[in-house]
């Protein structure tokens, strides 16, 4: 989508209510406002929304000499929910757009021009959204985009976009929360008022219902670039809350209210199901749990039966239910000659395309990572860090730059492409580069469609269940 900006002498330029939900957040408020200051988009009012901070937010806030209207709201108790906050923010503000900047987080000044712009051009979009580039307490960054989204499709958040809201809750949202922060969102104010936030119960999830729920109605467009920066911290909601099983209980109400209110595939309802039981092997891991032992409780587990019919023998044979990933090793003088691995994680529903490079010396991939079937469909060449396309081959043509290793599995070359089959050792295919990229730098795309393990749940069983 291209990116031409509207000038705000074309028409009346909307106003803009930014509503700031602040609990204890005393150390990032300079940077937040700063942000927000900045923004060369100028026609905005402010709402600062205080939830009993036990430390001087309220008081240095009240301090600052804002250029723009501005209003102060404290609550006297904690109100627990951070969407009872929104709900009062919108009460209190009158923009035809809302713009939920949190107080950890901050973004670049012409956040709200484009973001602006781009809502309209799109005017069926509830709510339009930036990338959000990760930062720490101190400002570093941490991931110039988040890498599970990559997990989820290898390119689709590289590029701008426009589509149309049940096409994104169907294929993506329904797997993860696609986007990573609130305060990478400006919203239309109608189509947060029809929600009904207030009565929105869940304390780690509920942005993530949020947009569910704006998409039954509406659209949405994205930017690509990263001008939001969400940080990461220790005093943040989610990592207060993630040490027990909350967060996998909320995200498997937030699936099921999808599959309720949308059209999943059964190819794609198996695949959230594998998704959310990988968060909860993770998270179960990080508390230390022994592997025999669930992170559960009844309201995790009676959640978990009510989307995942399969999820007792998920547990019975995890290996199966994890995702593949192209493993890539690359050895040269400049890795004294051993190998540096990479990994990328990918869904295996559909073929998918990844981008490796730059690669200098010997190259070798495992396709899956885990026992299991993959097929090598395409693999194009490039030069280093360009898009100069040198070769594309398919089919046949891929046994001319991938041989066979002899470990761990076997191959077999046909007019589909290059099929491996893995089993308990990595599979490595050698990568041959054309003749002209010999002992020169060079990327790769290479489109791979790994075999997913059979359905847990049949698909008779998911229809039942979405009676």
Same mark, same amino acid.
């Given at each position: ?5 509207? #000038? ?149 958040? &590289? ?66 670039? #990263? ?10 909601? &989610? ?32 695949? %959230? ?17 022994? %592997? ?41 003088? &400049? ?68 041989? #066979? ?9 046909? %007019? ?52």
């Amino acid at each position: 989508m291209s990116e031409a900006r509207v #000038p705000t002498a074309a028409r009346e330029a909307a106003l803009v209510s930014i509503v700031v939900p602040n609990f204890n957040h005393r150390q990032f408020l300079l940077e937040r406002f700063n942000s927000i200051f900045a923004q060369t988009y100028r026609n905005i009012e402010i709402g600062f929304l205080d939830d009993a901070s036990s430390d001087d937010s309220v008081e240095y806030v009240r301090g600052l000499a804002s250029p723009f209207r501005f209003s102060i709201d404290v609550n006297k108790e904690n109100s627990g929910s951070a969407f009872r906050q929104w709900a009062r923010g919108l009460s209190l503000t009158h923009g035809e757009f809302v713009w939920i900047a949190e107080a950890d987080d901050s973004c670049a000044p012409d956040f709200l021009e484009r973001l602006v712009a781009l809502a309209g051009r799109n005017p069926s979009a509830g709510f339009v959204y930036s990338q959000s580039r990760i930062i720490g307490e101190r400002g570093r960054t941490l991931e110039e985009t988040p890498r599970y989204l990559s997990e989820i499709h290898p390119s689709r958040w &590289r590029q701008d976009y426009f589509t149309h809201g049940a096409d994104e809750v169907s294929n993506y949202l329904i797997l993860r929360n696609t986007v990573p922060n609130a305060s990478a969102c400006l919203f239309r104010r109608d189509a947060l008022q029809e929600i009904g936030l207030a009565e929105m119960t869940l304390r780690l999830c509920g942005d993530w219902l949020a947009y569910a729920k704006i998409l039954r109605r509406h659209d949405v467009a994205f930017l690509a670039a #990263p001008l939001n920066n969400h940080r990461r911290h220790g005093k943040t909601l &989610r990592a207060s809350g993630d040490s027990g099983g909350r967060r996998i209980r909320e995200s498997y109400f937030v699936q099921e209210y999808i599959r309720e209110q949308f059209k999943i595939a059964p190819e794609i309802h198996e695949l %959230a199901c594998r998704f959310t039981f990988r968060e909860w092997r993770h998270l179960q891991r990080t508390a230390g749990l022994p %592997a025999d032992i669930r992170l559960n409780s009844d309201e995790l587990l009676q959640a978990a039966k009510s989307f995942d019919a399969g999820y007792e023998q998920r547990f019975a044979c995890p290996e199966e239910q994890a995702l593949p990933s192209l493993l890539v090793q690359q050895r040269s003088w &400049r890795t004294a000659f051993r190998w540096r691995s990479q990994w990328q994680t990918y869904r295996d529903d559909q073929s998918v395309t990844l981008r490796v490079g730059p690669c200098p010396g010997e190259v070798r991939l495992d396709p899956l990572s885990k026992p299991g079937t993959a097929t090598v469909e395409q693999l194009a060449f490039f030069r280093a860090k360009s898009s100069d396309l040198v070769a594309d081959l398919v089919g046949l043509d891929l046994g001319s730059c991938l041989s #066979p290793l002899g470990r761990g599995g076997d191959g077999h070359l046909d %007019a589909r492409g290059f099929r491996v089959r893995r089993q308990e050792g990595p599979a490595f295919l050698r990568v041959i580069p054309p003749a002209e990229m010999e002992g020169r730098h060079y990327d790769f795309e290479i489109v791979l469609r790994a075999e997913p393990p059979p359905p847990l749940v049949s698909t008779r069983k998911i229809d039942r269940m979405a009676e």
